[in-house]
């Protein structure tokens, strides 16, 4: 089993729907997580950490870790074109273990 | 703003053939990585280095070398390129915090 498992993609939404990207994680251990954003022929960058249960919003992307059911998502508000991307996430802890990604596309 | 800076973007290299693959970071950081990409395999570490001169195996770290003489740079070594080694190369770094900064990626083939 991955330690990372994410939902798989492609997931395509209308321009100002909402997105929601999931992850589960193996390791019981994992207590943060973060999501990278990577558009197409671009390296990853990160866009959202969350260190702890519940939610945490950064304007129109809000995170949300439930550690009892070992899930973590990032759901994306008005999605604009500009979203399309691949979404990869990653625990804190361990020796630098991705999830495969789950690519979004945004259709105006 | 940090900067990780890698030699090259595109590289053509024949099979047998000795790759160096270089990666710079500018902003004092501790830990340097490299991951290969690859479509369906998603990212995948080979090697990473927490300080200079040590280094640690990754997932994937069979057929790569890897050299961290100063803090600021991280080597990847290919002894002898073969062309299951055609990949996206890409090199991370980060400060004691595990959040990471990419470099714009090394598209390698090996024909």
């Known amino acids: 089993q991955k330690e990372v498992e994410q939902n798989s993609g492609p997931l395509s939404v209308p321009e100002g729907a909402i997105a929601s990207l999931n992850c589960t994680y193996s390791?019981?251990?994992?207590?943060?997580f973060f999501w990278y954003r990577q558009y197409s022929g671009k390296s990853p960058e990160l866009i959202m950490s969350?260190?702890?249960?519940g939610d945490k919003e950064d304007g129109r992307f809000t995170a949300q870790l439930n550690k009892a059911s070992q899930y973590v998502s990032l759901l994306i508000r008005d999605s604009q074109p500009s979203d399309s991307a691949t979404y990869l996430c990653?625990?804190?802890?361990?020796?630098?273990?991705f999830g495969d990604g789950t690519t979004l596309t945004v259709k105006p | 703003d940090v900067k990780v800076t890698q030699s090259s973007r595109y590289l053509v290299k024949r099979t047998g053939e000795k790759v160096f693959l270089e990666c710079v970071q500018d902003?004092?950081?501790?830990?340097m990585f490299w991951y290969r990409q690859d479509p369906g395999l998603g990212l995948r570490l080979i090697y990473f280095?927490?300080?200079?001169?040590?280094?640690e195996k990754g997932d994937i770290p069979e057929g790569y070398s890897v050299s961290r003489e100063k803090k600021e740079r991280f080597s990847l070594i290919l002894e002898s390129a073969s062309t299951n080694q055609t990949s996206m190369y890409l090199c991370?770094?980060?400060?004691?915090?595990?959040?990471?900064?990419f470099g714009p990626g090394t598209r390698l083939t090996v024909t």
């Open positions: 991370a770094s980060s400060l004691g915090r595990p959040e990471q900064y």
């Open positions: 390791d019981r251990g994992s207590q943060s």
């Open positions: 969350i260190y702890s249960n």
């Open positions: 990653a625990p804190t802890r361990g020796k630098s273990t």
């Open positions: 902003m004092d950081h501790e830990n």
């Open positions: 280095s927490y300080d200079v001169k040590m280094k």
